[in-house]
């Protein structure tokens, strides 16, 4: 249900391209690591792999549950909260493991986080967290890394601010573009593993940024 809102509402909002290293849906049972620039990029993903064929679990900030109509969407179609910064935080990625057993693709945000500028430009990938490495080893799943760009364009700034982007984006149409990138295994220790996943992720959204300025600013022949 969440994946066809999105596919619903995104190009109600902007005009979305998609790219991928790999042809054809993502493989069952794969991680989807994807960087974390605004509250809309969630929307922006999901109606991506929705054109490429799939419809991951998320993992996301267990607040999101308690949203009227959200929470009820979220636990409608087993998505997993992760409760951060408390004891049960490890349980998500058990969750995760199990999805990832049941042929499920799950979508996890390396970053933990959405940075901290408050202007719509948009920056690299913040260091990762450990947990996409953990739920990697557990599962021995492979990693696939995504690169969103363009998302602040919808929404970024204050509270009022980002309301006011929804409201105009149906007339302002801002590019987006999401570009997926060769699926991997990560090896090595789990911070050499992190590592390893940032700078893959990384590579995504710079891809996904040169694609996204080409559509902008297309060369004249």
Do not use: C
Not at 157 to 172: I, N
């Amino acid at each position: 249900m969440l994946s066809r809102i999105a596919s619903t509402l995104i190009p109600v909002l902007g005009r979305l391209s998609v790219t991928s290293d790999t042809p054809g849906p993502i493989a069952p049972g794969s991680i989807v690591a994807a960087n974390h620039s605004s509250l809309a990029d969630p929307g922006v993903v999901l109606a991506a792999l929705r054109r490429l064929g799939t419809e991951p679990v998320v993992m996301a900030a267990a607040g999101l549950w308690r949203i009227p109509l959200l929470g009820t969407v979220l636990r409608a179609g087993g998505h997993i909260p992760v409760h951060r910064g408390t004891a049960n935080a490890a349980t998500a990625l058990d969750t995760a493991a199990a999805a990832l057993a049941a042929d499920r693709v799950v979508l996890i945000y390396g970053e933990g986080g959405l940075p901290k500028h408050r202007d719509s430009h948009d920056s690299e990938p913040r260091p990762f967290r450990t947990g996409l490495a953990r739920l990697a080893a557990t599962s021995g799943a492979p990693v696939v890394p995504l690169g969103q760009y363009g998302a602040r364009r919808l929404s970024s700034g204050s509270a009022a601010k980002q309301l006011a982007g929804f409201a105009t984006a149906p007339l302002r149409r801002p590019t987006l573009h999401v570009h997926l990138g060769t699926p991997l295994h990560l090896e090595g220790d789990i911070t050499e593993a992190t590592t390893t996943a940032h700078h893959a992720v990384t590579a995504a959204w710079t891809t996904a940024a040169h694609h996204l300025h080409a559509d902008t600013h297309p060369t004249e022949s």
